[in-house]
């Protein structure tokens, strides 16, 4: 395959945080260094550019439903919405966008 159709190294700016901060095997859906909630305040602070932003957009959106179904039943966890939110932290979601969204992950 041509060169030009991978995408730019830049994209990929902050990869070695994503493979470190990697989550615990669910159901835990915590960062397996520090052993705060994933996605971890490493992986929040790392701000994506646009071109990685579109990389993550999938990889996170596959990890969605399974964290939805793990998060949502524990006592005083996370509503569908607000796990939308952390596990989408790079994109601006009003409410209704990330009530929306958990509807369609179930
Ligand atoms: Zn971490």
Redesign the pocket.
């Known amino acids: 395959m041509a060169r030009e159709r991978w995408p730019r190294l830049s994209a990929f700016a902050n990869i070695s945080v994503y493979i ?2 990697s989550p615990n095997p669910p159901p835990a859906w915590t ?4 052993g ?1 909630d ?1 996605p ?4 929040r602070t790392a701000n994506p550019g646009p071109a990685e932003r579109k990389l993550l957009l999938p990889v996170i959106s596959g990890l969605l439903p399974g964290a939805i179904r793990d998060l949502r039943g524990r006592v005083d966890g996370p509503q569908p919405p607000e796990i939308v939110k952390r596990f989408l932290f790079f994109l601006p979601l009003s409410d209704d966008e990330a009530l929306a969204i958990a509807r369609r992950m179930r």
């Open positions: 470190d901060h960062c397996h260094v520090c705060t994933w971890c305040a490493k992986w």
